[in-house]
């Protein structure tokens, strides 16, 4: 069993930053990719980031690339996202989730990752 807490949203105005903290605890952190996604009301739960088991390959969404970056700390079982340049669109809650049965390719559907947060809202105000 892998458990995820998310943390560091919050509301922020249009061209501010904020970092996303997820803590692991269960198996083995080390192991597997982890990956961000995001759900906004009304739509369908969308990727925003991976990165390997060393942080060697990550990988963005084009509407994130350039202002979003993944990392994670293995030995303190943890993955970030600092977002920079924040816009509107991307108000949304932010889930952490582990890949746990592959290391490569990065993938970025919902059904590869089998465990999940909680979420942690971001709101980006005008």
């Known amino acids: 069993q892998v458990q995820l807490v998310e943390s560091g949203g919050g509301l922020v105005q249009a061209g501010g930053s904020l970092r996303l903290s997820c803590a692991a605890s269960?198996?083995?952190?080390?192991?597997?990719?982890m990956g961000w996604f995001r759900q906004a009301p009304g739509k369908e739960r969308e990727f925003v980031a991976a990165?390997?088991?060393?942080?060697?390959?990550?990988y963005y969404a084009d509407s994130v690339k350039g202002r979003f970056t993944i990392s994670r700390d293995n030995a303190k079982k943890s993955v970030y996202l600092q977002m920079n340049s924040l816009k509107p669109e991307d108000t949304a809650v932010y889930y952490c989730?582990?890949?746990?049965?592959?290391?490569?390719?990065?993938?970025?559907?919902?059904?590869?990752?089998?465990?999940w947060g909680q979420g942690t809202q971001v709101t980006v105000s005008s």
């Open positions: 989730a582990a890949d746990t049965s592959r290391p490569l390719p990065l993938r970025r559907t919902v059904s590869a990752y089998d465990y």
């Open positions: 269960g198996r083995t952190f080390s192991m597997y990719t």
């Open positions: 990165i390997s088991w060393n942080g060697g390959s990550t």
